[in-house]
């Protein structure tokens, strides 16, 4: 089974930082893209970053480009979000996904077909 597991998410004030994980399990990191996405409420879920495993390549979206990074760790089938400088318009659930083919070129949702369920992250004062 491909399990995606979110964690790191929580309460912090603005302009401070959180480290957000993404543990896989039921297949090698390795070949794949991982993908970051969050919803807030009432919003459409929004792409913020991807990084395909096998080279390192990675995508920010404008909203999170300088603020955000992207890193992986494939010894552990993990992928990080770094999240510097936070914002209250970051508030959201934070999503990790993935899909089984060795390459996504694009942040659209229907790419990515394995979700994990989310961690909420919470941005005020």
């Known amino acids: 089974q491909v399990q995606l597991v979110e964690s790191g998410g929580g309460l912090v004030q603005p302009g401070g930082s959180l480290r957000l994980s993404c543990e896989v399990s039921?297949?090698?990191?390795?070949?794949?893209?991982i993908g970051w996405f969050r919803q807030a409420p009432g919003k459409e879920r929004e792409g913020l970053s991807r990084?395909?495993?096998?080279?390192?390549?990675?995508y920010y979206a404008d909203s999170v480009k300088g603020r955000f990074i992207i890193s992986r760790d494939n010894a552990k089938n993990t992928v990080y979000l770094q999240m510097n400088n936070l914002k209250p318009e970051d508030t959201a659930v934070y999503y990790c996904?993935?899909?089984?083919?060795?390459?996504?070129?694009?942040?659209?949702?229907?790419?990515?077909?394995?979700w994990g369920q989310g961690t909420q992250v919470t941005v005020s004062s």
């Open positions: 039921g297949f090698t990191l390795d070949y794949y893209v």
């Open positions: 996904a993935t899909d089984l083919k060795f390459d996504i070129w694009t942040m659209e949702l229907r790419d990515f077909t394995s």
């Open positions: 990084i395909n495993s096998r080279d390192g390549s990675t």
